[in-house]
């Protein structure tokens, strides 16, 4: 009997995470060696360096989280459930405050499923902390390119 690997795999992505092969930006001189003396050692470093490989899986962690949530729930609901909350998420983000008014996202947070999430974010950036402050009716102006 003959099994598909996409019916095994519910067509989620793997969790492994796959080695790429990078570019490096090496601005080579005349000879074909990198010019310390204006890139300097430390950018040669960055560049040589490898980083781990669980680093390009943390950087796009909510990502793959959101893609596999979206993939789980085409499979179990159909392809209307994603296809409705993407648009949901779409009008969303649409929605707009004035600038001088810090917005909690709280509609786009319940869509998404971050409410009951407690990140960095919710702890260190709070209103009271937040060191610019304009007068709301320079920061409109502003906005609207009349200043």
Do not use: W
């Not at 095994?8 to 490096?24: G, I, M």
């Not at 001189?29 to 390009?56: W, Y």
């Amino acid at each position: 009997m003959k099994v598909l690997k996409h019916s095994r795999s519910f067509a989620l992505p793997s969790v492994k995470c796959k080695p790429e092969q990078e570019d490096f930006p090496f601005s080579d001189g005349k000879f074909g060696v990198p010019e310390v003396m204006t890139d300097g050692l430390s950018s040669v470093k960055n560049a040589l360096e490898v980083s781990h490989p669980l680093m390009q899986s943390e950087l796009n962690h909510r990502k793959n989280v959101d893609k596999m949530n979206m993939t789980i729930l085409r499979n179990t609901q159909g392809l209307h459930a994603p296809l409705r909350l993407a648009m949901e998420v779409k009008a969303v983000n649409k929605v707009g405050r004035l600038p001088f008014l810090p917005s909690s996202n709280v509609m786009f947070e319940s869509l998404t499923g971050r409410d009951i999430e407690i990140d960095p974010v919710d702890v260190f950036n709070i209103p009271e902390s937040i060191e610019v402050a304009g007068m709301p009716h320079a920061v409109v102006e502003r906005s609207l390119g009349l200043l």
